[in-house]
């Protein structure tokens, strides 16, 4: 599966913005989807996750109540909201892909990555 993100930009804290990953490929409700980020000398750390459906979805701690992740399954393409934007959130954002939602959310060694997407979030 290939992934292509798209939908990050320079806000001010407090903003939103709506993050887009289109997959190509067959099957994409095989693949649990998610997103991770990576600040400047920082590891990159597991965001949020979503089952084959979207019925379950998984969270960070430090992003609970203010991300929202989702797909729809009909496009090929899976969202990430991102409400309340503070600076620390300020990161390159991937999005990824597995067939083992465990690899995914658990382990966060996804086996498929796209681009990166930036997102920067001033004070």
């Known amino acids: 599966v290939q992934l292509q993100a798209c939908g990050g930009g320079l806000v001010q804290a407090g903003d939103s913005l709506r993050l887009s990953c289109a997959a190509s490929g067959r099957t994409f409700s095989s693949y649990v989807m998610g997103w991770f980020r990576q600040a400047p000398g920082k590891e990159r750390e597991f965001v949020a996750g979503i089952g084959w459906s979207g019925g379950s979805t998984y969270y960070a701690d430090s992003v609970k109540g203010r991300f929202t992740i989702s797909r729809d399954n009909a496009k090929n393409t899976v969202y990430l909201q991102m409400n309340s934007l503070k600076p620390e959130d300020t990161a390159l954002y991937y999005c990824?892909?597995?067939?083992?939602?465990?690899?995914?959310?658990?382990?966060?060694?996804?086996?498929?990555w796209g681009q990166g997407t930036q997102v920067t979030v001033s004070s």
């Open positions: 990824v892909a597995d067939l083992s939602l465990p690899r995914l959310v658990t382990l966060t060694t996804p086996n498929y």
